[in-house]
């Protein structure tokens, strides 16, 4: 690239020189502008006959492609023609995206890609990101040192074991990377060769798509064990070699390896685990911003957290820091909390307990006394009806993929303990939520706060139109990574994702008003991946793990690095130079 002039019709700033002519430049999705092309750019790269004679603005094809999407009549129909958008005609792709962000967010990202994941094999079409397939475990260096991936920085991986609520997806699993890395470009501006998403295919447990003739992925059970280990390791230690300041995020592992595998790596490249930190951060911050709406600090709540997964436990590790940090004694801190697996509340001698949950455990003398349910009392379990009733629950949050959990009888008793209950069921997609928030609304008499983790619409509560704050991760992980990128940080510090969680609650509209929405509008994503980023800069240098130093010049660096989804004039060098 070089500054030149530009085309009338195009804006002003960069040249793109490129030795692509033809059909292999309109072939090319980071490339090709489509019907944008000038009339003397179809001179020099020898396009004419093969583009319709109009020529066109990337407005116009902006406009036409909307009315395209608004034909289709289901969401998975729009996800579908946003994917082949995305593989023919990148900058169109995101500046339709960044047009439209409240609309498409929930198309190319959850819930429907989560319909994505289950028909991938359906529509693929175009190679997108890599498929690491265990057969080629000896391969993947010599797969990753292809020159097309000089310029990737950041990585989004998968395994496609726990894909949202809707467990293991094989090879479907990519959807997800690729999803996630379209928000890194689309809501955080990260040039689009800088991302490379992901797929580790080990196998699928999933019977139905071993079973399907049209399944893409590697047909055979998933390799546990030393040799799934010994996989992972081989990915990672490539991954370093070819781009030893790489930042690799971590996405829907299944729930032991997720945790296990970010213990392991943390410390030895830059790498954190969206589903854990990213999780957590959204979540942190929501419920700091609904605290401040109802007047109680978070130290002086009481927190059932229904689902102790790797997600589960990632927020009530930074709820407690955030506790903390409020004055808090860590001991104080849990006990301010009741956490549950699917058995029931996690008290000693309870079924089910994992080593990363023992923290979480309650004492049997924390709960003597408690009048219980004769059906929980007959098998030792304590339900969430019982913890809710004994303990007087202020906040509720679920992340445990069972839809409906959050029963009327259960909502109802909480509502009597408290005037705003904060209930946060953030299941994904939107089938597998742990209750509606027109169901919440409608058992709180509208006292209650409500969070989801998919997008739901506004509920009207006593004649007025009440906002459902989507605790979506998109507030968090696009501006975590930029931050991250143009810090030059070599870890990702607790610090750092505490950063991102105080900077999106300072953006709350709730703080200045408590009957407004607890996070702000999707649309202004952007502005929020900046503001995240900044933060967590800051904190990078202050965790002493970037070389950093001058935050007048981070914040400039930061708006400089932030690529637009604009055409741009191009010229054509010869392939030899």
Request: a neutral charge; one cysteine or more; aromatic letters at 6%.
């Amino acid at each position: 690239m070089s500054s030149a002039s530009s085309s009338p019709g195009q804006p002003a700033g960069p040249v793109i020189r490129t030795s692509l002519s033809g059909f292999d430049l309109l072939m090319s999705p980071r490339l090709n502008k489509g019907t944008a092309f000038t009339e003397a750019e179809r001179d020099i790269f020898a396009l004419h006959g093969l583009l319709p004679p109009h020529i066109g603005t990337l407005e116009d094809q902006r406009s036409r492609r909307k009315r395209v999407l608004d034909s289709r009549p289901t969401a998975f129909g729009k996800y579908s023609n946003l994917r082949d958008l995305q593989d023919n005609n990148e900058a169109l792709f995101y500046s339709l995206i960044a047009h439209n962000v409240e609309e498409l967010l929930p198309i190319v990202y959850t819930p429907t890609v989560g319909e994505g994941c289950q028909r991938f094999s359906e529509i693929w079409r175009k190679p997108r990101g890599l498929f690491l397939s265990y057969p080629n475990k000896d391969r993947i260096a010599n797969i990753l040192a292809n020159p097309r991936y000089d310029a990737v920085r950041c990585i989004v991986v998968s395994d496609g074991e726990r894909i949202l609520g809707l467990g293991d997806q094989g090879a479907g699993g990519m959807g997800i990377p690729i999803g996630k890395m379209s928000l890194y470009t689309a809501l955080g501006g990260i040039p689009p060769e800088h991302c490379l998403p992901v797929l580790l295919d080990v196998g699928t447990d999933n019977e139905s798509l071993l079973n399907d003739p049209i399944y893409i992925g590697w047909e055979h059970k998933r390799i546990r064990g030393q040799e799934y280990d010994d996989f992972v390791d081989a990915f990672v230690t490539a991954v370093e070699r070819r781009w030893p300041h790489v930042l690799l995020q971590w996405e829907d592992f299944a729930g032991a390896n997720a945790a296990r595998l970010l213990a392991h790596y943390r410390d030895q490249l830059c790498t954190f685990n969206d589903d854990i930190q990213g999780t957590a951060a959204v979540t942190t911050a929501t419920l700091l911003a609904a605290v401040s709406a109802t007047g109680i600090p978070l130290r002086d709540q009481t927190i059932a957290m229904f689902g102790t997964g790797s997600a589960g436990i990632g927020i009530i590790n930074l709820l407690i820091t955030a506790m903390r940090e409020e004055g808090l004694t860590e001991e104080q801190a849990r006990r301010r909390i009741y956490a549950f697996n699917r058995y029931g509340l996690l008290v000693e001698g309870g079924k089910g307990i994992r080593p990363e949950q023992e923290p979480l455990v309650r004492r049997r003398e924390d709960v003597a006394g408690w009048k219980l349910l004769a059906p929980s009392a007959d098998t030792g379990a304590i339900s969430l009806l019982d913890v809710v009733r004994n303990a007087r629950i202020t906040v509720l949050a679920g992340v445990s993929a069972r839809p409906g959990v959050f029963t009327e009888e259960i909502v109802r008793e909480m509502a009597c303990h408290t005037p705003r209950p904060v209930i946060f069921p953030l299941s994904n997609p939107t089938s597998q939520s742990e209750a509606t928030p027109a169901d919440l609304l409608r058992w709180t008499d509208g006292r209650a706060l409500v969070g989801t983790g998919s997008p739901f619409p506004p509920v009207e509560v006593n004649g007025k139109l009440v906002h459902i704050a989507q605790i979506n991760n998109s507030y968090i992980f696009p501006g975590l990574a930029l931050g991250i990128l143009v810090s030059r940080a070599a870890r990702v510090t607790d610090g750092m994702i505490m950063a991102a969680a105080k900077a999106l609650a300072s953006l709350s509209p709730a703080r200045a008003d408590r009957s407004a929405p607890l996070l702000p509008p999707i649309g202004e994503s952007r502005q929020v991946s900046l503001v995240v980023a900044e933060a967590v800069g800051r904190q990078a240098v202050a965790d002493g793990v970037t070389g950093a130093s001058d935050q007048t010049a981070f914040a400039e660096k930061l708006r400089a690095y932030m690529w637009e989804p604009v055409y741009q004039p191009y010229e054509r060098v010869d392939s030899a130079r």
